[in-house]
């Protein structure tokens, strides 16, 4: 029986179990929304990175491409973008490539290394994630982001709004946490944007006059666009 | 506004700030109902302790006492019981104190010892639980005790149920992990025991051939005991 994991934080994840799986990976709030808006807008490829001088160095030696991120949910001092996804419209993001500066979600990336594939998700793309996992035979690893090594409620929604979309899910052996997201997606799927504002990101956002932006966020299925993270690069699978 | 924050394992526990907090300790599989049964059944008082070596130290010092617990699932050699609800029965625990050695359970109730009052709550007393919180007008932490740092399906289920128990829960503020466990107790509070037998622990009871002890612990209040954690002795409140 092939195994169908969720993890609440990159931190809890051991990278080494990820050999031969493959990993999804998930920071609703809001990084992989602007990932999904800006392929969608057609930007070329997107660069996470968690440090911002990683970010400088990219942006000195290729002065073409966009440097978007966040410290702190706000906009980083001298970035062309924040981590809004309202800001990457495809005036803005056409052909280029981004450099996103997060340090939550790049992490949550790199504990993914290990794995065959890497798959992006939020809430908006959840249907096309489950359709994709359910053609590629392996285990499944579903690694939330997390705030500070904490579970996060819009992340966990989002994994159990991918199971919930996986008509084949009861074929996988879940780990508990899987359990716990697909019952709590369950129970919230009809009122995902107040619930989300309730979440600590959620109030927080709400405290920085960023609530619009957990619009966006919390819509379910309103693309098929699924990222692919490889050789540290994000490109539209 | 006063905060009602869930924990999914005890290890997520910062012990320094539960300092005039209440906290409830879960451990449904099977330490908590372990617990709940003896007091229920006329038991005097519960020691929890970590080692074996604690427990035989306090046997050894106290003869009439009961040695009760269990190391990966099964009773420990030499010990009077296991860690099954249903060992512990009137005939044998009746005005009896009981030292319970049990890895996990114990360790979440030692990193709960700086908050104000400690309760012990499962599924069995949750009601009772919830409306004792209610009138306590603190802060409170509801601690799932996890399994090997992981969290628990049935302790989370737990910790939904107080929390969908508080007719008040919308006068707190809850932290995500509050959201995502009510959200799963009330997706899942219809089929409890079969939930319960797909979690880790229950299907560890089953290749155990204790599937038997899952049913009592999966039944929702069915009694009104509420047990206190204090001076590192646990009776009924």
Redesign the interface.
């Known amino acids: 029986m092939k195994t169908l994991q969720v993890f ?1 934080t990159w931190q ?1 994840v051991v990278p080494g179990e990820l050999h031969n799986k493959i990993a999804v990976v998930i920071d609703v709030l809001r990084a992989t929304n602007t990932i999904i808006t800006s392929l969608k807008n057609g930007a070329r490829e997107i660069i996470p990175v968690s440090e911002i001088e990683t970010a400088w160095e990219l942006k000195n030696n290729n002065p073409s491409y966009l440097l978007g991120g966040e410290r702190n949910s706000q906009k980083i001092s001298g970035f062309d973008l924040g981590n809004s996804p309202l800001e990457y419209t495809r005036q803005i993001v056409n052909e280029k490539t981004i450099i996103l500066a997060t340090s939550n979600g790049s992490k949550a990336l790199k504990t993914a290394e290990p794995a065959k594939d890497i798959f992006i998700a939020s809430l908006a793309n959840s249907k096309a994630v489950a359709h994709l996992l359910a053609t590629t035979g392996l285990d499944i690893t579903i690694i939330c982001a997390g ?1 500070l ?5 819009e992340d ?1 929604l989002a994994a159990g709004s991918i199971i919930s979309e996986m008509k084949t899910f009861e074929q996988y052996q ?4 899987a ?10 799927k009809w009122d995902i944007f107040n ?1 989300i504002l ?3 990101n959620g109030r927080r956002l709400e405290e920085l006059g960023m609530v619009s932006d957990i619009k966006p966020c919390s819509l379910l299925n309103n693309t098929d666009l699924v990222p692919l993270y490889k050789h540290s690069k994000i490109t539209a699978n």
Chains 1, 2 share one sequence.
């Open positions: 609440p809890s705030t090594g904490s579970p996060s409620l966990t879940l780990n508990d946490y359990y716990i997201a697909l019952g709590s997606f369950t129970s919230y619930v309730q979440s600590r």
